[in-house]
């Protein structure tokens, strides 16, 4: 079995939900009293909201550079970053340590394609939604439309990521917003939606909308254990 290098604490919420899935994916698969091997390197995620909100990127790719770094020192065979805006630096990480990053996107983009879907809606942080390191993979990669929210509901979308959901905080007045905002997608043509944020799952499920959702968290942990196995 491969050694898992997480990159966590983005937020600490959702890290829980990797190691969770990841472990219990394991044990599924292989029975007995099995688990996962892996590191999680953790930061603290009120610095790298500020870092972010500030549009420090070259700080937050040096940090995350030296992370996996340590990952590597450790023993990890690849890296899961355990958040989709920090994606923003894989190919700096990658060219950093030497180590291959295990790309949520296209985890997402495969369950994507698999449920024979072309069109799908991306919910997601502001940097998420509006930079191209992203949606541009989806598209050029996997020939995917993807479709962004209005600004007044990526603002929305936005601002409960990061004064709710990445500190715990579960709301039904936000559930609503988030819901509302998935039927304007829908409406636009978008026959599913990417949960492009990896506290998202914490909020909409399956059961809250009628279209096809993709948890990126749950789907980028599964990943991460088939890498772990092959």
Not at 191 to 206: A, M, R
Request: glycine share 8%; charged share 25%.
């Amino acid at each position: 079995m491969k050694t898992i290098g997480l990159i966590g604490g983005l937020s600490w919420e959702s890290s829980i939900e990797y190691y969770r899935i990841i472990n219990e994916t394991v044990q599924r698969r292989l029975g007995a009293a099995h688990s996962a091997r892996c590191l999680m390197d953790s930061f603290d995620f009120e610095e790298v909201e500020q870092l972010q909100h500030q549009g420090k990127w070259e700080e937050l790719t040096d940090r995350m550079v030296a992370s996996a770094r340590a990952l590597k020192a450790g023993g990890a065979d690849f890296v899961v970053i355990c958040s989709n805006t920090m994606h923003k630096m894989v190919d700096d990480i990658e060219r950093g340590t030497g180590l291959s990053v295990l790309h949520i996107a296209d985890a997402t983009a495969k369950a994507i394609r698999t449920a024979g879907l072309t069109r799908v809606g991306l919910l997601g942080t502001r940097f998420t939604m509006e930079d191209n390191f992203y949606k541009g993979r989806l598209q050029q990669k996997f020939d995917l439309e993807v479709h962004i929210p209005n600004p007044g509901d990526r603002e929305i979308v936005h601002n409960i990521i990061y004064s709710e959901l990445v500190q715990g905080k579960i709301c039904q007045a936000s559930k609503d917003l988030y819901v509302d905002t998935i039927h304007r997608l829908v409406a636009a043509g978008s026959q599913g939606v990417i949960l492009g944020c990896t506290e998202i799952g914490l909020l909409i499920s399956q059961p809250d909308v009628a279209v096809p959702v993709f948890d990126t968290t749950y789907l980028h942990a599964v990943a991460a254990v088939d890498e772990a196995l092959a």
